[in-house]
């Protein structure tokens, strides 16, 4: 069994209204089942999802945890506007996004955008996906699946991975339920992250830096969904988040 | 930029004493900078590291735990004897091993094992990756990498990922540090977890049933270290890991 992933060359700086699923294309020989995976920014920018803080006025909660860890209180009032909980105040500024998907900041990026500006990650990223992919379909009359990715940090270690935050006709999990092993017992492990784990492998590629590739095309998986699909599959029910229950344990002792 | 990965194929079921390098290097022709990936599982048990529950005898501890839950008393006393803490005991038994790896059961792998017998993670697993990356080395007079992998779950999100546990000539940990984005600000995400981004990508061809790849080869990545390499350098230390806090204040509340 074979992959390939390429990054999609000459993509040009994104701005609001850019068409993202054109270029794609016209930088690209598209094949069927191909996954194409792209950073957030360039789709949040495309979107149009850049601000000011200077635009921002911070509320009491924002001012209060600001001059608690010495923070700036419009920062930190545009990442309560975009989240539904803060798990942690310092000395990361940890939440649960509107969209369920816990990150640093909401998200928010602070890199690769022009001065004075910041970037939101995509207001429904799966939207996003299905947006390109679906203008992407159209124009190339081939089936694709598209990811949407941002780089997260993890427990237990330090670094950052790519990760999936949208997704268009690809399932965040494959389940091997009732799968048997080499021996023919039952698997323990049922799960794959796929999703994430092709995320990861494209940010091998994209890099970080001002080399930046923000497109990247997985192909040789058949892992394109018959029906539609949502990164939310894939976030834990607050009952069984074991590690947001100690996070909030901590805050609130 | 381009990435390949496929599977080494017609690898035999592994058993004590066989000679994983020599069967890679069998069945795939190695080029300079190729990163192999290969389960744990295989190499545990190419190190004879299988064992059986009856050849256990309980502790107090381990009988307590096991009340406790309605688990099976010789099975906890085996996660006690390969693990430094227990961070958590239910739902899921979650562990620090003594190689300073979080993850749950202490990594010991109760599938693609034959009947009545559990397998280890290997005992040093970046010394068998080493191991195995400088008899490839020997055969084929290339310079390669390995990561020895495992798949985990992971904080907030269901499902499981590939994973790094040992390595050869690879840091796990790619360092942007000091590099400029786009626009000529610093960088604030600054360390790429690679060697699990690389885990994960190889997990996507690796399979978890009976149709099981164990090793798959990255090609097109330059990664290789000049020095050498631990997985240990992307563990957190204590007083850093927030999570572990979290689980700890749950755990003891």
């Known amino acids: 069994m074979k992959m ?3 990054t999609v060359e000459n993509v040009p700086l994104i701005k609001e209204g850019d068409d993202i699923a054109s270029i794609i294309c016209d930088n690209a020989e598209i094949k069927d089942y191909d996954i194409i995976v792209i950073a957030s920014t360039i789709v949040a920018k495309s979107e149009g999802r850049v601000f000011r803080l200077e635009d921002i006025e911070a509320g009491e909660k924002a001012k209060e945890i600001a001059s608690r860890h010495d ?3 419009e920062f930190i009032q545009a990442v309560l506007d975009r989240s539904n909980e803060v798990l ?13 998907h816990v990150c640093i900041k909401a998200g928010i990026d602070e890199s690769n955008v022009e001065g004075g500006y910041l970037a939101d990650l995509p207001e429904d990223p799966d939207s996003s996906a299905e947006n390109i992919g679906k203008a992407v379909e159209m124009n190339t009359s081939k089936k694709v699946s598209v990811i949407v990715t941002d780089t997260n940090g993890r427990a237990f270690k330090i670094g950052q991975t790519g990760i999936a935050v949208g997704l268009y006709m690809i399932h965040p999990i494959l389940n091997w339920v009732g799968k048997k092993d080499l021996f023919g017992n039952e698997l323990e492990i049922t799960q794959e992250a796929v999703a994430d784990e092709i995320a990861g492998a494209a940010n091998l590629l994209m ?4 080399g930046g590739c923000p497109v990247v095309i997985i192909r040789g998986l058949k892992l394109r969904s018959e029906d539609s699909t949502s990164v939310k599959e894939m976030y834990r029910t607050d ?7 100690g996070l909030r344990c901590l805050r609130d002792s």
């Open 4 to 6: 390939e992933a390429f």
């Open 71 to 73: 923070l700036d209180p």
């Open 88 to 100: 942690m105040e310092f000395p990361i500024l940890l939440v649960e996004t509107k969209n369920g």
């Open 207 to 210: 890099g970080e830096g001002d």
């Open 239 to 245: 009952r069984e988040d074991l590690i947001k229950k």
